[in-house]
């Protein structure tokens, strides 16, 4: 069996442990394996219009990992740890820059199973949301998170993530019902 | 406008099409190395381990000072006068040479006998003596000196012969 197949059959915390002792091998499996989930919510958050920033946002949230590794307790799934420092790296990106527009999908994986076209309507619907109220109903409707747990990432009362997400949805509603490419 | 929109079903519709959005995206092969590169920066990822390279610095060292002893060794043997004398790639001008060694090694080995041995020794010449004798003669045998050797024997018997007289510096010319 090769390297790679021996390390894939490690959990994340043995691998976090030969990666606290150097092995670079073990940190790359950690890093395939956990990477295109994370890699598609951070591009999803940026929006199209911040797309550039995708790679510079994952190698970030990848570097904060790894210097707080050795705080990561292992009472939480390590993708949910991951996917935590993602969403606050992606969100302190929106401090630096503000909210800027823009119609560029062609990053977007192509989706299966429901309808191709309402799909990427949606995903252009998502993408043209101010960023505060994309990254509520990404968390919230893609990625599953409560609005308790939303609060708590972005720092912000629950009410206001409820208050967020209601309007987020209308919106989407009006673009996907208007036809997003007429929108914006 | 999409037509798979209409507006009395999109509330329906939206928790199906969240659910059918993709969730993964496969990063480029270079970002990875970008954080590796990164990690190494931060001193995270061990570059090599100082014991081994240590060790390997020491085989290393041992190899070479192996290979150069080899190579020492065989150039050393190549042009020894042993090896030399087995040859038989040489051209007549090597192997004057080769004669002219192995002469005056002869000579420095009689003259170091001589020495060492004359003093306390009243025998040392007479050893001398016969073994350039026996030098000499093969000499004769092959028929190379023209004729010089047979007078150098002579010569030789007659010093043998004699009675060591006072005391001289013994030198044996080749």
């Known amino acids: 069996m090769t390297r790679r197949g021996l390390l894939s059959e490690l959990t994340d915390a043995a691998l976090i442990g030969r990666f606290l002792g150097g092995d670079e091998p073990a940190f790359r499996e950690l890093y395939l394996r956990h990477t295109p989930r994370l890699r598609m919510m951070v591009m999803r958050l940026l929006g199209a219009a911040r797309r550039a920033d995708l790679d510079d946002v994952v190698q970030e949230t990848w570097l904060a990992a790894c210097r707080g590794v050795h705080r990561y307790a292992g009472d939480a799934k390590f993708s949910s740890w991951l996917t935590t420092i993602g969403i606050r790296t992606t969100y302190s990106r929106f401090a630096r820059t503000p909210d800027v527009e823009s119609d560029l999908f062609d990053e977007i994986p192509a989706p299966v199973g429901a309808g191709l076209a309402s799909v990427i309507d949606l995903e252009r619907a998502l993408s043209m949301l101010p960023d505060h109220q994309r990254v509520v109903v990404v968390l919230h409707d893609v990625e599953g998170y409560t609005h308790d747990e939303i609060a708590r990432q972005l720092g912000i009362a629950s009410g206001t993530a409820k208050a967020t997400l209601s309007r987020a949805r209308s919106a989407l509603r009006r673009m996907l019902n208007d036809g997003v490419s007429h929108v914006g | ?174």
């Open chain 2, 1 to 174: 406008m999409s037509d798979e929109f209409e507006p009395h079903d999109v509330d329906a519709r939206l928790p199906r099409l969240f659910s059918a959005l993709p969730r993964e995206s496969p990063p480029e092969p270079r970002a990875l190395d970008d954080v590796i590169t990164a990690l190494k920066a931060e001193g995270f990822l061990r570059r090599r381990s100082p014991r081994f390279l240590w060790a390997r610095q020491v085989a290393a060292a041992a190899a070479l000072l192996a290979l150069g002893g080899i190579a020492g060794a065989r150039i050393a043997s190549r042009n020894s006068l042993e090896s030399m004398l087995t040859r038989t790639d040489l051209s007549l001008a090597d192997r004057i040479l080769l004669m002219q060694r192995a002469g005056s090694a002869y000579v420095r080995a009689a003259n170091s006998y001589a020495n060492a041995a004359s003093r306390t020794d009243s025998t040392a010449i007479e050893v001398a003596s016969r073994v350039l004798l026996g030098a000499a003669q093969a000499v004769a045998r092959s028929k190379l000196d023209g004729g010089l050797t047979p007078s150098l024997t002579a010569a030789l018997r007659s010093t043998a012969a004699e009675p060591p007289s006072a005391p001289r510096r013994r030198v044996i010319w080749f």
